[in-house]
Every structure is written in C-alpha cells, then in structure tokens.
C-alpha cells in the first residue's frame, strides 16, 4: 500500500509533462509559421511577378484580420467542443495552410494569396488560444506561470533559430521546401498532443460548487470576471503593442536617432534575445513570489528604465543598456495577464481568447501608431510612446489595487499578494 502514493505521483508528474511540452511545443510551432513569411517574402513577390516585396503588405492585414477572427472562434469552440480534437484539427489546417503558400503565390492572384493568409492566421491564432486555455486549465492558478513564460521564451527562440537553421541546411532561396519544413515541425506537437490527457474545463470542475453558491452572488461575481477579463486585455495590449512597436522601429531609430545603421542588427537581436532570456529566468522566479506585486515591480523597474533612456536617446550604449533591461525585466509581463486571469477565477476560452485578442490588436496597433508618431515628431517618439504605455499599465495596477483593498479577496485570489 506504501507504494501507491508515489506511483500516482509519477503518474501526475508524467501527465502535467506532458501537457506542458504540449504547450511548448505548439507555441514554437506557431512562431515558425509567423517568422517564415518574413524570411520568404522576396521569393513570394517573385512568384508574384511584382518588383517589390512592399507591394504585398496586403497579406499582413489579411493574417491580421484572420488572427482576430480566429482567437475567438478558438476561444469559443474551446467551451464546446473536445479540446483535443480541435487542437489536432487546428494542428493539421496549420500545416496544409503553410504548405499552400509558395503555392498560392505562383498563382500570381493576390485574392488567393491573401486568402492563404486570412486562413493561416485564422488557424495560428485559434491554436494559440487552444494552448492558453489548455495550459490555464492544466495548471491552475499560480502554476500556469512558468508555463506561460517558457512558452513565450520559446517563441522567441525558435524565432531566431529558424534563420540560422535555413543557412545551415543551404535552404535559402527554396520556399517550396522552407514552407515544407515549417510545416513538418507540427508533427511534435501533434505527437505530443495525441499522448496528453484533455484538461477539465472550469464549467465541468466547478459543476458540483454551483449548488453550494447562493443565487444572488452569481451575477456580481460574473461581472467582476468579466471587469478582470477586459482589465486584463488592456494589459495584454500595452505590452504587445510596447514589444512590437520597439522590435518593428528600432532599426529605423538606429539610422535616424543613433546615426549608424550598422547598429540596426545587433539592436534588434539584443532586444529579441534579452526578451527570450527574460521569459525563461521568469518561468523560474516567479513561482517564488506573489505573482500581483512581482508584476507591478516589473512594470515599475521597465519604466525607471525608460525613464532614464529618455535623455540619453542619441547614445548608443543607453539604448543597448536601455534595451537589455527591458528585455529581461519586461519580456515576461506578457504573460502575466492571463496567469493573474488564472488565480483569480477559472477562465473560459472565450475570456482566455477575448485576453489574446488584446495582445494581437495590439500587436498590430503598437507598430502603427508609433509609426505615425515617428513621422511627426521624430524617432524619439518610440521611446517616448512605450514610457506612456507603460505608465499606463502602472496607474492601472495602482488603481486595481485600490479596488482590490476595498474588496473582500476570493479563495483562489489570495496567493496573488495585497
């Protein structure tokens, strides 16, 4: 009888391993499908027939729109149907999707093209909310963190290493065969998807609970989920649209501001490497403090950061210090939003998904308006907008603080600190 208990253990430990390579996995499969449009972007315009690759930019607003429509549609056939059997379905029209693409493109129609596009991003992005949803409802409060951040630190990776990857295998120039790679890389997540254990969802594990509510408590608990869901979205959006914005500009900040394009390359692999470093040291020290007061550090620490960057804008190591440190201290925030999510209530997909559309409309819309205020007031802008950002999610904390005082904390919100 002895050696029951550790033999559950084991078991437990396999199956929450499992789950979470899963995670990894599928993220870093999602990253692929996005970096290599970037890599093969030249090949796609001659297989066009156009001159130049900009001609195409196109493409992106459908993937964008597709991305919306897809985190929701994700989200929401997470509520109501077999996460499994989604996943695996979103897993496969990835893979024949990115296939279709140089494809798609010797067609020389651009409705094709872009309808290529709107389907891969649709696909991409409903598998990230798949993943979210599948790692908040695997891992419980606190414990989706680590998981989150590790995921976001392997977007990152695999992200740089796609490039190098393409130069080893002398696979440059080839986008039949880049694309066929890209899309033999889902076959890891699928493995590891068809040898995971499905997650309860919250309905079904919070079933037996609902008798126990009194009826009156029900609506006012639903709408400050619902308070938190959107709290949480705004967040998502300051601190993608801050990363992209700053991965998007600062090649044209190192020409225009620092006068030495020779900058540009470094600038940005610093940036995309203190980010990834970031995501992985913060799957590991997160779980040791309370996660409420370590993200509204973190958001303090970026913008001191900035802060002092400010008036050193024209001075390279500033800006090499300024990006290092925002890259370790605010790579990590991104996913902070959902595991906040996480603690204080068990979400649905549709909540999960409504958080990722945040984080992609702000992705897109970061890069815009900064680009906008660049032309107008120089390319000190991009400093300038990311300090406002993150000055914004600052007072946010500060005011949900507040709110959080005046209120009595849930069972599941007490880990998360005063």
Known sequence: MAAGPPKLYRAYSVRSKIRAWTCFTAIAYQSLTTVIVGLTLNDLAERMHVE???????????????????????????????????????????????????FSASTGNAWVLSAN?????????????????????????????????TCNGAFGMTSAALPLIFKLLHLQGFAVVEYSFVAVCSLPPLAFL??????????????????????GDSPSKAVRQWMAVIAAA????????????????????????????????????????SLMLGSFSASRYQQYFALWDLARGQVFAVLFGLLLWLPF??????????????????????????????????PSGVQLAVINVGGNFG??????????????????????????????????FGVASIQRRGNKPEPLLQNAGP
Request: with cysteine; proline share 6%; charged share 10%.
């Open 52 to 102: 130049n690759a900009l001609q195409l930019h196109n493409l992106f607003l459908g993937r964008a729109i597709g991305a919306v429509f897809g985190t929701m549609l994700g989200g929401w056939l997470c509520d109501v149907c077999p996460i499994k059997l989604a996943m695996s379905c979103c897993i496969g029209s990835s893979a024949l999707s990115v296939i279709a693409v140089p």
């Open 194 to 215: 068809l040898a995971s254990q499905a997650p309860t969802r919250p309905v079904e594990r919070s079933f037996e609970k609902e008798e126990e509510e009194e009826p």
């Open 117 to 149: 596009f709107f389907l891969l991003g649709c696909v991409g992005s409903a598998l990230v909310s798949f993943t979210v949803s599948a790692a908040c409802w695997s891992f419980p409060g606190k414990e989706v963190g680590p998981v989150l951040a």
């Open 363 to 396: 992705a897109s819309a970061g890069p815009f308006i900064v680009g906008i205020l660049m032309i107008q007031t120089g390319p000190t802008a991009l400093p300038c907008t990311v300090s406002y950002a993150f000055l914004a999610a600052l007072l946010g």
């Open 234 to 273: 705004l967040a998502q959006f300051l601190f993608s649209g801050a990363n992209s914005a700053l991965l998007s500009w600062i090649v044209s900040y190192s020409a225009n501001e620092l006068h030495d394009r020779s900058m540009a390359p470094l600038l940005v692999s610093l940036l995309q490497g």
């Open 313 to 346: 804008t024209d001075s390279v190591i500033a800006t090499v210090l300024a990006l290092a440190w925002y890259g370790l201290a605010g790579g990590p925030l991104v996913t902070y939003c959902s595991t906040l999510l996480n603690q204080h209530c068990s």
